[in-house]
C-alpha cells in the first residue's frame, strides 16, 4: 500500500515539477538554505515580523495551544490520510494549498472538501512554491491570484497566504497584504520535509537545527520545540506519506504533555497576527474575582482579591507594574506569597483591594534569601 502510494506520489511529481527531478540537488540546496534563514529568522524573531515572510507578530503566551498546518498539498495520495488522522483527534487545521497541485487528478475535489469543512481553512501556498523574494511584481502577483482563484473556485474566501519557504520581501508582502491577505509564517518546523527526504533521516547537510540525537526522531524534535514554545504554529506538508504515517503519533504525544489544536484564526491565541492588541496580562497585585484572573504563570487570586502567586525569599517583578516582595501567606503555613511594594502607580495601595501599606518580614522559606523587611500592601 505505502509502495503504491510512493509510486503515485513519484508519478504525479513527475508530471507536475520535471524540474525537480532533473535538477535536484540544487533544488534541494536551495530548500536548506531557505528553511534555515527562516529557521534563523524565528530565532531572531522581531516583535513586529518587519518584512518576514516568516515571523508571526505573535510571539509567546500560547498557553499550550497549537495551530497545525499543512503546506504544499493538495495531493489525493496522502491528504486523506491526514484528514483522517486530523479527525480522530478532532483537530482543526489550515492547508497553505500550491495552485499548481489543482491539475492533478482528484485534487480539485480534495480542495473543495477542505474548503466545506467547518474544520479547516482553505489557505493560499502560491501557483508554483517559487521564492517570491526573488520574482518580479509582476510575477508575484500572478503567483498570488492563480491560487486565489482556484480557492474561490472551491468554495471558500481565501484570508491566509503563507509565502513558500517563508521568504519574502518587503513588496512582496506588502502586495500580498494589499490584497487582503493575512501573512502567515510559523513559530515551529516540524522538518518533515527533511525526514521525509532522507528517508526517515534528517540528515544534517539537509537541515543542520536538528539535532543529532534527534536526526532519526521527527516526533522528538517536533516535540521539543512545540515544548520550547508552548505552542503556537507549526509547519507540515500533506504530500509527505512520511508525515501522514508519523502524524498520529505525534498528535497523541502533544495531547499527552497537555496541549490542544486550535484553529489560526483564533485571535485570543493569535491576537497580533489577525491587528489586535492581546489581552492584557494580569500580575501580582492587579484586582481579580476569579483564578483564572490572574493569567500569568504560577498565579492565583488571593481572597481579598488581587493576584499573587507562591514564594521563597524573593518574587518576579514586570515592566510596568510595582515592584514586589515575598510575605508570608497568613492563611497557609510555612509559605510564601507575593505582594506589591506601595507606588503611586497603585494610589500607595489604596487601588488594591482590602490591603493596607505595612512593613512585613521577608518570607524565606527554604531559600537562600537573606533577612529583609519592606512596606507593602498587605492584606487587612
Ligand atoms: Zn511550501
Same mark, same amino acid.
Given at each position: 500500500? *505505502?509502495?503504491?502510494? +510512493?509510486?503515485?506520489?513519484?508519478?504525479?511529481?513527475? $508530471?507536475?515539477? #520535471?524540474?525537480?527531478?532533473?535538477?535536484?540537488?540544487?533544488?534541494?540546496?536551495?530548500?536548506?538554505?531557505?528553511?534555515?534563514?527562516?529557521?534563523?529568522?524565528?530565532?531572531?524573531?522581531?516583535?513586529?515580523?518587519?518584512?518576514?515572510?516568516?515571523?508571526?507578530?505573535?510571539?509567546?503566551? /500560547?498557553?499550550?495551544?497549537?495551530?497545525?498546518?499543512?503546506?504544499?498539498? #493538495?495531493? #489525493?495520495?496522502?491528504?486523506?490520510?491526514?484528514?483522517?488522522?486530523?479527525?480522530?483527534?478532532?483537530?482543526?487545521?489550515?492547508?497553505?494549498?500550491?495552485?499548481?497541485?489543482?491539475? $492533478?487528478?482528484?485534487?480539485?475535489?480534495? $480542495?473543495?472538501?477542505?474548503?466545506?469543512?467547518?474544520?479547516?481553512?482553505?489557505?493560499?501556498?502560491?501557483?508554483?512554491?517559487?521564492?517570491?523574494?526573488?520574482?518580479?511584481?509582476?510575477?508575484?502577483?500572478?503567483?498570488?491570484?492563480?491560487?486565489?482563484?482556484?480557492? *474561490?473556485?472551491?468554495?471558500?474566501? @481565501?484570508?491566509?497566504?503563507?509565502? =513558500?519557504?517563508?521568504?519574502?520581501?518587503?513588496?512582496?508582502?506588502?502586495?500580498?497584504?494589499?490584497?487582503?491577505?493575512?501573512?502567515?509564517?510559523?513559530?515551529?518546523?516540524?522538518?518533515?520535509?527533511?525526514?521525509?527526504?532522507?528517508?526517515?533521516?534528517?540528515?544534517?547537510?539537509?537541515?543542520?537545527?536538528? @539535532?543529532?540525537?534527534?536526526?532519526?526522531?521527527?516526533?522528538?524534535?517536533?516535540? +521539543?520545540?512545540?515544548?520550547?514554545?508552548?505552542?503556537?504554529?507549526?509547519?507540515?506538508?500533506?504530500?509527505?506519506?512520511?508525515?501522514?504515517?508519523?502524524?498520529?503519533?505525534?498528535?497523541?504525544?502533544?495531547?499527552?504533555?497537555?496541549?490542544?489544536?486550535?484553529?489560526?484564526?483564533?485571535?485570543?491565541?493569535? @491576537?497580533?497576527?489577525?491587528?489586535?492588541?492581546?489581552?492584557?496580562?494580569? /500580575?501580582?497585585?492587579?484586582?481579580?474575582?476569579?483564578?483564572?484572573?490572574?493569567? &500569568?504563570?504560577?498565579?492565583?487570586?488571593?481572597?481579598?482579591?488581587?493576584?499573587?502567586?507562591?514564594?521563597?525569599?524573593?518574587? @518576579?517583578?514586570?515592566?510596568?507594574?510595582?515592584?514586589? /516582595?515575598?510575605?508570608?501567606?497568613?492563611?497557609?503555613?510555612?509559605?510564601?506569597?507575593?505582594?506589591?511594594?506601595?507606588?503611586?502607580?497603585?494610589?500607595?495601595?489604596?487601588?488594591?483591594?482590602?490591603?493596607?501599606?505595612?512593613?512585613?518580614?521577608? &518570607?524565606?522559606?527554604?531559600?537562600?534569601?537573606?533577612?529583609? +523587611?519592606?512596606?507593602?500592601? $498587605? =492584606?487587612?
Amino acid at each position: 500500500m *505505502r509502495n503504491v502510494s +510512493s509510486l503515485a506520489l513519484i508519478s504525479l511529481l513527475g $508530471a507536475l515539477l #520535471p524540474v525537480t527531478l532533473t535538477a535536484c540537488a540544487t533544488e534541494e540546496d536551495e530548500d536548506t538554505a531557505l528553511f534555515e534563514s527562516a529557521f534563523e529568522d524565528n530565532a531572531g524573531g522581531k516583535e513586529d515580523g518587519g518584512c518576514s515572510g516568516v515571523v508571526v507578530p505573535d510571539r509567546s503566551g /500560547f498557553g499550550k495551544h497549537v495551530a497545525l498546518t499543512f503546506d504544499d498539498g #493538495p495531493n #489525493p495520495a496522502t491528504t486523506p490520510k491526514v484528514i483522517e488522522i486530523l479527525k480522530r483527534h478532532h483537530a482543526p487545521a489550515t492547508f497553505f494549498n500550491n495552485g499548481s497541485r489543482y491539475a $492533478a487528478a482528484g485534487a480539485k475535489e480534495l $480542495a473543495a472538501r477542505i474548503a466545506a469543512d467547518p474544520d479547516y481553512i482553505l489557505a493560499n501556498h502560491s501557483q508554483h512554491h517559487l521564492n517570491l523574494a526573488e520574482q518580479t511584481a509582476a510575477k508575484v502577483a500572478t503567483e498570488v491570484d492563480g491560487t486565489d482563484a482556484l480557492i *474561490r473556485a472551491a468554495g471558500e474566501t @481565501p484570508k491566509y497566504f503563507r509565502f =513558500p519557504f517563508g521568504s519574502a520581501n518587503c513588496s512582496a508582502k506588502t502586495a500580498v497584504q494589499d490584497r487582503g491577505y493575512i501573512v502567515t509564517g510559523w513559530h515551529i518546523d516540524s522538518a518533515d520535509w527533511c525526514f521525509a527526504a532522507g528517508g526517515g533521516t534528517c540528515k544534517k547537510s539537509t537541515f543542520r537545527y536538528v @539535532p543529532d540525537e534527534m536526526r532519526n526522531d521527527m516526533q522528538g524534535y517536533v516535540m +521539543s520545540q512545540v515544548r520550547s514554545t508552548n505552542g503556537g504554529i507549526i509547519l507540515f506538508h500533506d504530500i509527505h506519506q512520511s508525515t501522514a504515517d508519523h502524524l498520529d503519533a505525534i498528535l497523541t504525544a502533544m495531547e499527552h504533555d497537555g496541549f490542544s489544536f486550535v484553529r489560526l484564526d483564533d485571535t485570543t491565541v493569535f @491576537p497580533k497576527l489577525h491587528g489586535k492588541a492581546p489581552a492584557t496580562t494580569k /500580575f501580582i497585585g492587579d484586582t481579580c474575582t476569579t483564578n483564572a484572573d490572574c493569567n &500569568f504563570t504560577g498565579g492565583h487570586c488571593h481572597a481579598a482579591g488581587f493576584c499573587t502567586q507562591a514564594c521563597a525569599g524573593t518574587c @518576579p517583578d514586570a515592566s510596568g507594574k510595582a515592584p514586589t /516582595f515575598c510575605i508570608a501567606d497568613e492563611a497557609m503555613a510555612n509559605t510564601g506569597m507575593c505582594v506589591s511594594k506601595p507606588t503611586t502607580g497603585n494610589g500607595e495601595c489604596h487601588a488594591i483591594p482590602n490591603t493596607e501599606n505595612r512593613i512585613e518580614a521577608r &518570607f524565606i522559606g527554604t531559600s537562600s534569601s537573606s533577612p529583609a +523587611s519592606a512596606n507593602v500592601c $498587605a =492584606p487587612l
